[in-house]
């Protein structure tokens, strides 16, 4: 199956990264190079375009869709080791860097690759084939309350509960090896009358991807390290999916923001307060209705964007 990945907020990321044709842009998450062949396009041959992604199929889709391209550098890495990555290559900031999280409309269509609940594949669900935790792993080895926990709070399930029991109860008889067992003891959990919100398996597939892969864990950290390393006047362009994401990434722009602790009643400032830069846009932006309709990945989708001083 070819790598194609229908890039979401397009436009609004573009215009977010606010584009200097000589400048030095970051794609923390290239997949099929959506966002990448349009950042690319608006450089100069002096202008640099960093392609990071965890996934090395997704790497060799980009190169051959950027292959005319002579000022593209290609990195098999995670973007929350952005830091490492930029001092390897011996840059020491960057004019802009777009974060789109989640997982790829290829991946999800790539049964083998185990992330979708449909048809019956092999339990994976490894962004980085070269990583040694699978859903395999989580699915028969977690504990129970380990399993509930991570199935609530990533996948938001209300029969977090019972679908891990169940879970634990059907791995004692045997090793829960595919997608369609997963699926069919997710099915039992929900009662009938309740799975009438899209597909059941779907949040508790979302929740164990999201532990398999762990997306949420270091991204408060991996923003405040992306604006860190942006030049002033760089920008920080990020695509969430998930509340939890998109949580902590309106965290971490605050906190970069910085702001006063002191009382009102002081004459001045003594708390120390410092400001990295600006929040671009207070409220995320959505995508349109005209995307949401030839998109349904993008409805759920929330573009947030900082602007270093």
Do not use: W
């Amino acid at each position: 199956m070819k790598f194609e990945h229908k890039p979401v907020l397009l436009e609004e990321c573009i215009q977010g990264l606010n584009i200097k044709p000589n400048g030095i842009y970051v794609d923390g998450t290239m997949g099929g190079a959506g966002h990448s062949i349009e950042i690319v396009k608006r450089l100069l041959d002096n202008g640099v375009l960093i392609g990071i992604d965890r996934d090395e199929e997704a790497l060799k889709a980009s190169k051959e869709r950027l292959s005319e391209y002579q000022n593209v550098k290609y990195v098999h890495d995670n973007h929350d080791n952005m830091k490492e990555i930029l001092q390897k290559l011996e840059i020491d900031k960057v004019d802009g860097i777009l974060l789109d999280l989640g997982v790829s409309s290829y991946q999800l269509d790539e049964r083998n690759r185990g992330f979708s609940y449909l048809g019956e594949n092999e339990l994976d669900m490894r962004m980085d084939k070269s990583q040694e935790l699978t859903a395999k792993t989580v699915v028969n080895y977690y504990s129970e309350k380990e399993l509930a926990n991570i199935i609530y709070e990533y996948g938001e399930e209300r029969f977090s509960r019972q679908i891990a029991k169940n879970i634990c109860d059907y791995r004692k008889q045997k090793t829960i090896c595919t997608t369609k067992e997963l699926v069919e003891i997710i099915e039992k959990s929900i009662p009938k009358s309740k799975q009438n919100d899209g597909h059941p398996a779907k949040r508790t597939f979302q929740a164990i991807r999201i532990e398999v892969n762990n997306e949420i864990k270091p991204l408060y950290k991996t923003i405040k390290d992306c604006i860190d390393c942006l030049k002033p006047q760089g920008r920080l362009c990020v695509i969430t999916f998930h509340s939890l994401e998109d949580r902590a990434v309106k965290n971490a722009y605050i906190e970069a923001k910085g702001k006063c602790t002191c009382p009102s009643d002081l004459p001045y400032c003594v708390c120390g307060a410092k400001s990295l830069g600006k929040i671009i846009n207070k409220k995320p932006i959505i995508a349109t209705k005209e995307e949401q309709e030839e998109n349904s990945r993008s409805k759920s989708a929330k573009l947030r964007i900082f602007e270093k001083i």
